[in-house]
């Protein structure tokens, strides 16, 4: 159904001439759990649920790109929803501060598929339908940290060898030094924050959300 309906669209623009002039970005806020890790609906940190496509079609008026240069590239490294208004502004020809932004636009990595990059990204829910969906997790799309807040349970995934994440490797004594440098990497994000989420160079249990809002009370 999505496919017929995203083919309307790109047959009315290119009816209306402006198929050529028009940055097409295909993404989700989230996926869905369908029976995986015998689990249902949203707000789990396994790729059924937070991973989503990321696609970009470019028309042939972009801004120092050749018109039928580089097409078909799949690339390897992280990105997020947070890229997309830069990835717009770049497309517009917009002229902003990359700093204004937590995210970066796309469109650096198709004019130059070696620029510097992020090496990672955080995943984070807080609770919402079950206690459990209060967690924070890093990746960058080969390994997976995913730290549960209620109980301080860790789990930790390959996902180049276990893209499925059957196999946990949080307490297998082979993989203590990458466990212990993704529980750093995520304690060096939550820095900022302070308590009640690290004190002392220590990631903290959490018994309620991560959510401050008097709309969403704890």
């Known amino acids: 159904m999505i496919d017929d309906q995203i083919g309307r669209i790109l047959r009315m623009l290119e009816d209306c001439g402006l198929l050529?002039?028009?940055?097409?970005?295909?993404?989700?806020?989230?996926?869905?759990?369908?029976g995986d890790h015998h689990l249902w609906r949203k707000t789990y940190g396994y790729e059924a649920s937070a991973r989503v496509p990321m696609l970009l079609r470019w028309g042939k008026t972009l801004p120092d790109i050749e018109p039928g240069d580089k097409r078909g590239l799949v690339f390897s490294q992280p990105v997020e929803l947070r890229d997309i208004m830069p990835t717009f502004l770049d497309a517009a020809g917009v002229d902003y501060q990359p700093e204004w932004f937590d995210g970066r636009s796309l469109l650096s990595l198709v004019r130059n598929p070696d620029a510097p990059w992020r090496e990672y990204i955080d995943l984070e829910h807080s609770t919402c339908y079950a206690p459990e969906n209060n967690w924070t997790g890093l990746t960058d799309g080969k390994i997976k940290y995913i730290y549960y807040a209620p109980d301080a349970r860790e789990q930790l995934f390959d996902l180049t060898v276990d893209p499925n994440e059957c196999r946990d490797l949080a307490n297998l004594p082979e993989y203590r030094e990458t466990l212990e440098l993704w529980r750093s990497r995520m304690v060096d994000h939550l820095q900022e924050?302070?308590?009640?989420?690290?004190?002392?160079?220590?990631?903290?249990?959490?018994?309620?959300?991560?959510?401050?809002?008097?709309?969403y009370p704890n």
Do not use: C, E, W, Y
């Not at 924050?193 to 709309?215: E, I």
């Open 20 to 34: 050529d002039n028009t940055l097409i970005l295909m993404t989700a806020d989230h996926g869905d759990m369908l």
């Open 193 to 215: 924050r302070g308590q009640p989420f690290v004190k002392d160079g220590q990631l903290l249990p959490r018994a309620h959300g991560t959510v401050r809002s008097p709309n």
